[in-house]
């Protein structure tokens, strides 16, 4: 439930994306968030109002002069205490507007006389959108605070390709979540590692284990969301990458090590989530081993470096953050680690309660002492811990 107790005033105009904001009304609702659409009068002729009225719960308004408004105030009233309006699919006709600060209907109107943030998802053909005019009208509405999501690139419902594309319901509410979400870490460059590493022992063998990345992920996705900067260092996982995370993929520790060291001259803060394999193969056959050839190979194994360790060792590094997988002894083992890494913070799990699931137990161990967090999701535990790391590097809560 990440909108949860958030109030979205829903603008729909005149396009053909009009049918996905249907999609986006679910989507908000489902994650929580009270939603009260408008349209505008063209869009009724995409999608009837019907539809987004069953799945908001809620009338939508379409008429400045609608009288359910007791005060006929329909304009101001209905973004009162709206967290933001968000105006999905927004025609070239609706920016142009906007941007001149008309209010010749419900909708326009609503947005000029707003006290809350205004986010826009234009929607339209890609000659539309590159059209000075357009252009001239994006870039002011941008001066004026506004926050444009997209548009994408793609197949237009006109048969042509290119830039004017509605992003997806998923990415505006991706975007939407992030821009709702404080900015705790804004300005800060994070640098993580996350998933497995695997270890060649030939072209088609390795050894590996069964980290899933969902945590780091979680993690990668809360800091983007509070205003970090974050570049991901991947092991294989089959995850895809948060929106606005630069990622770099990865397979052994020893490319980790290196895509770490190589960036972290760069880094505010350094979270190691990845489960690097300690040891690596001394000496991977470059052929496939082949069963028949002398019986079960010996495989000789060599250390893989320790990359939190090595970075909390340099002088003016990052701020590290660890995480310690245990099967028993939390607290024993986590806070061990601790010390001997040299790390301000770690956050510890028991195996058992979160290798590979969707769910997870966390205790963070700090110079503070001891805080266990309740057992959340792996997306409300990452935000808990961003807000932990975010208190204690910069001091505000
Ligand atoms: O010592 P252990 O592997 O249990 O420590 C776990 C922590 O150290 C994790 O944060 C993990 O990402 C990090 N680590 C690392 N490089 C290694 C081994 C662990 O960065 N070679």
Not at 149 to 158: F, I, S
Not at 327 to 333: F, G, I, P, V
Not at 345 to 368: M, S
Request: proline letters at 6%; a neutral charge.
């Amino acid at each position: 439930m990440e909108l949860q107790g958030k109030r979205i005033v829903l603008g729909v105009t005149g396009g053909i994306a009009a049918y996905k904001a249907a999609e986006l009304v679910r989507l908000f609702v489902k994650q929580g968030a009270e939603v009260q659409v408008a349209m505008t009068e063209a869009a009724t002729r995409f999608v009837t109002p019907v539809t987004f009225q069953a799945l908001s719960g809620k009338p939508v308004f379409t008429d400045q002069w609608d009288a359910r408004m007791a005060n006929n105030m329909a304009h101001i009233d209905l973004s009162r205490s709206a967290d933001c309006i968000l105006v999905a699919p927004a025609t070239a006709d609706f920016m142009a507007r906007v941007a001149q600060g008309l209010a010749d209907d419900l909708l326009t109107t609503l947005v000029l006389a707003r006290d809350c943030p205004l986010l826009v998802a234009p929607a339209m053909n890609r000659q539309m959108w590159e059209n000075p005019a357009t252009r001239r009208n994006a870039a002011q509405l941008q001066a004026d605070g506004v926050a444009l999501l997209g548009p994408a690139c793609g197949e237009q419902a006109c048969g042509e390709t290119g830039a004017g594309r509605m992003l997806e319901p998923e990415e505006i509410l991706e975007e939407l979540i992030a821009f709702l979400t404080p900015k705790r870490l804004a300005g800060k460059r994070v640098l993580m590692t996350a998933g497995p590493t695997f270890e060649a022992i030939d072209p088609v063998r390795g050894i590996t284990n069964l980290s899933s990345g969902k945590m780091g992920y979680a993690v990668a996705r809360a800091a983007r969301q509070a205003g970090a900067e974050v570049t991901l260092i991947s092991g294989p996982v089959s995850l895809p990458a948060p929106q606005g995370v630069a990622r770099v993929d990865v397979r052994s520790a020893l490319d980790m090590h290196q895509a770490v060291m190589t960036r972290v001259g760069q880094a505010d803060i350094f979270i190691a989530v990845a489960a690097v394999a300690d040891y690596r193969v001394a000496n991977p056959a470059e052929q496939k081993l082949k069963k028949d050839e002398g019986g079960p190979p010996a495989i000789e194994l060599v250390e893989n470096p320790d990359i939190l360790a090595e970075v909390a060792s340099l002088p003016a590094g990052p701020f590290c953050v660890g995480f310690a997988a245990e099967s028993r002894n939390l607290e024993q083992y986590a806070q061990a680690k601790r010390r001997k890494k040299n790390i301000p913070l770690i956050a510890g799990n028991l195996i058992q309660e979160g290798f590979g699931g969707e769910d997870n137990r966390l205790v963070l161990f700090d110079d503070n002492g001891v805080h266990p967090l309740a057992p959340a999701p792996k997306p409300v535990l990452a935000r808990q811990l961003i807000k932990h790391i975010a208190a204690i590097t910069t001091g505000k809560n």
